[in-house]
């Protein structure tokens, strides 16, 4: 079997997973979802989501105006993050296609198929102990309405979770198939015209993906800042302390529940966000040996001259919904953003 196709296999096998919950097509291939399953998902989505929210509306109440106001944003994003998902699946299944035939038609010697699968699968594991242990505590030191809300929660979590599992493993495919182009330059004999079509596919395949994860990826952002705004805030204004209840043996298990699913989300987004940056970085290298070799003069230069060419106008760039950009420095600046936000709201008062 070719490289190219391996190592997508731990894709289908991701895309197999997620079909059961509608959140991705049955394979990159065949895109049609079913009519019937998809409708049941999201009814039932709809229909639980309702009535957790009672239950939701008294944690709420805890919370000062500020911070209610910012917790329903979170919502919101979360929401559109998932009926975007829900959307997306069913009726834009061509950029599906043109992201799986964008990454087969570029070939990568090396095979990271095992990460991938360690990836994901440990992912998995993660999230499933991860949802028992919060069934186990909701369930055996409050009551039933509160295991009831924590598992929806869960599915809510798990939907963003998997999204971001997806996209660093794509990302990463992708980082292969640019560092194949620069081993392939390097090589004795450098077959500049097929590295400079990988590059001009590479490109369509980023800008397909963008359309694809870019609005996912800005919710995701998005709802994950608030979710730390909030936290911070109520740690502040409560002596150290997560929540403005009194200390128990059972609060501190809520506490790390908490904690867990926040440091989990964020390590995702990171990885995402310097997956990205990797890619770049990557383009960066082709490009300056690119500029480097066309400058010698041996009967491969002209060939490196329109190479530099098509280099030029296929600049790989990561996009959250066309909002702001993914690299290195984006991690700085969220957290410049939440930096500020956090001073503004330490100087309102706790009703």
């Not at 996209?167 to 990463?172: A, G, Q, S, V």
């Not at 490109?203 to 993906?209: E, G, L, P, Y």
């Not at 909002?323 to 420095?329: A, G, T, Y």
Request: glycine residues 2%; proline residues 2%; contains cysteine.
């Amino acid at each position: 079997m070719p490289v190219r196709k391996m190592d997508l296999q731990v894709v289908d096998l991701i895309f197999k997973v997620g079909k059961i919950f509608t959140i991705t097509p049955s394979s990159l291939l065949q895109t049609s979802p079913n009519k019937i399953h998809s409708c049941f998902i999201v009814v039932t989505y709809i229909v639980v989501t309702s009535l957790t929210y009672k239950i939701s509306h008294v944690t709420y109440k805890q919370l000062t105006s500020v911070q209610y106001i910012l917790a329903i944003f979170s919502l919101v994003a979360v929401y559109t993050h998932d009926f975007y998902v829900f959307i997306f699946v069913r009726c834009w299944r061509n950029f599906w296609l043109d992201l799986s035939r964008g990454l087969r038609k570029v070939n990568n010697r090396k095979n990271r198929r095992k990460v991938h699968y360690f990836w994901f699968i440990m992912s998995q594991l993660f999230l499933l102990v991860e949802c028992v242990f919060g069934l186990v505590y909701y369930t055996y030191f409050t009551n039933y309405q509160l295991a009831f809300l924590m598992f929806v929660n869960f599915f809510r979590r798990y939907f963003q979770m998997f999204f971001l599992i997806l996209r660093c493993i794509l990302l990463d495919i992708i980082l292969g198939k640019y560092r194949q182009q620069l081993w392939t330059l390097e090589s004795k004999v450098p077959q500049t015209r097929k590295v400079g079509r990988d590059l001009y596919v590479l490109k369509k395949t980023i800008d397909v993906f963008n359309d694809i994860f870019g609005w996912p990826c800005f919710t995701n952002i998005f709802s994950a800042s608030i979710t730390v705004l909030i936290t911070l805030d109520v740690f502040i204004k409560s002596n150290g302390h997560f929540t403005y209840d009194t200390r128990t043996m059972t609060e501190v298990l809520n506490q790390m529940l908490h904690m867990i699913g926040i440091c989990s989300y964020w390590i995702c987004i990171t990885i995402n966000i310097l997956l990205c940056d990797a890619v770049l970085k990557e383009f960066d290298k082709i490009e300056e040996l690119v500029s480097e070799l066309k400058l010698r003069k041996n009967r491969f230069g002209h060939k490196f001259i329109l190479l530099n060419r098509i280099i030029l106008h296929n600049r790989p760039e990561f996009k959250a919904a066309d909002f702001f950009s993914l690299h290195k420095s984006t991690l700085f600046g969220i957290t410049y953003s939440i930096t500020n936000f956090l001073l503004i709201m330490i100087q309102f008062k706790p009703s």
